[in-house]
C-alpha cells in the first residue's frame, strides 16, 4: 500500500525558504505526477504545484515565482522549496498524489505537516 | 481564478437526516469537481470526481450533482462517522486549482 510521509522543519523564519520533503513508500514514484498541497488553519486547501517522474513540473501561477519542485527518483523522495515566506504562508503541507482516474484531483495524501513562519 | 463558494459553513444534522451540501463556481467548471471528505487531524479524502461518480470505497450514501456552476453533495442517511468537513475542487482552469472553503457537518 502506497503511503506518502512528509518531513521538514516545522519553524521557519520569515524571508528565509521552507524546505520540505515527500517520501513515497510501498510503491513506485514513476507514473505519477506527485503534487504539494497546503492549507492554511481553518480554510480550504490551496495546491502549489506538481512534479512528474520525468521531472516536469507546474505551479500555480499565484506562488510561482517563489516555488521550486524537484524529485530524486532514486530515493523516492520529491521536495518543495518556498521562498521568502511570510506569515501568510503558515500552513500545513501535504504531499498529494493525482487520481489516475481522470482529472486534476487528489487520491493519496501525506498526514501533514504543520509549518509555522514566524521570527 | 475560479473562486469556489460553498453553503451553509456549517450545517447541524441529525443522525440518519439527509445533508445536502453546495458548491458554487464563479464560472463554469462543465463536470470538472470533486468533493472530499476531512476529518480532525486528517487529510483530505477525495469521495466523488467528475463531479457524480464515487470513488472506490465511498459509500453509496454519498452522491453528487451538478455542472456548470453548481454542485450539490448529499448524504442520504447521516451516519457518525460522516461528520466531518467537505470541499469542493475544480480542476476546469489549469493550472489554477482552486478549493471552496469547506462545510462542516456536525452533530444535531
Known amino acids: 500500500q502506497v503511503q506518502l510521509q512528509e518531513s521538514g522543519p516545522g519553524l521557519v523564519k520569515p524571508s528565509e525558504t521552507l524546505s520540505l520533503t515527500c517520501t513515497v513508500s510501498?510503491?513506485?514514484?514513476?507514473?505519477?505526477?506527485w503534487s504539494w498541497i497546503r492549507q492554511p488553519p481553518g480554510k480550504g486547501p490551496e495546491w502549489i504545484g506538481y512534479i512528474q517522474y520525468s521531472g516536469n513540473t507546474k505551479s500555480n501561477p499565484s506562488l510561482e515565482s517563489r516555488v521550486t519542485i524537484s524529485i530524486d527518483t532514486s530515493k523516492s523522495q520529491f521536495s518543495l522549496q518556498l521562498s521568502s515566506v511570510t506569515a501568510a504562508d503558515t500552513a500545513i503541507y501535504y504531499c498529494?498524489?493525482?487520481?489516475?482516474?481522470?482529472?486534476?484531483?487528489?487520491?493519496?495524501w501525506g498526514r501533514g505537516t504543520l509549518v509555522t513562519v514566524s521570527s | 481564478e475560479i473562486v469556489m463558494t460553498q453553503s451553509p459553513a456549517t450545517l447541524s444534522v441529525s443522525p440518519g437526516e439527509r445533508a445536502t451540501l453546495s458548491c458554487r463556481a464563479s464560472?463554469?467548471?462543465?463536470?470538472?469537481l470533486a468533493w472530499y471528505q476531512q476529518k480532525p487531524g486528517q487529510a483530505p479524502r477525495l469521495l466523488i470526481y467528475?463531479?457524480?461518480i464515487r470513488t472506490t470505497g465511498t459509500p453509496a450514501r454519498f452522491s453528487g450533482s451538478g455542472s456548470g456552476t453548481e454542485f450539490t453533495l448529499t448524504i442520504s442517511s447521516l451516519q457518525s462517522e460522516d461528520f466531518a468537513v467537505y470541499y469542493c475542487?475544480?480542476?476546469?482552469?489549469?493550472?489554477?486549482?482552486?478549493f471552496g472553503g469547506g462545510t462542516k457537518v456536525e452533530i444535531k
Open positions: 464560472q463554469s467548471v462543465s463536470n470538472n
Open positions: 475542487q475544480q480542476n476546469n482552469n489549469w493550472p489554477l486549482l482552486t
Open positions: 467528475a463531479a457524480s
Open positions: 498529494a498524489r493525482r487520481f489516475d482516474g481522470g482529472g486534476w484531483f487528489f487520491d493519496l
Open positions: 510501498g510503491g513506485s514514484i514513476s507514473n505519477y505526477y
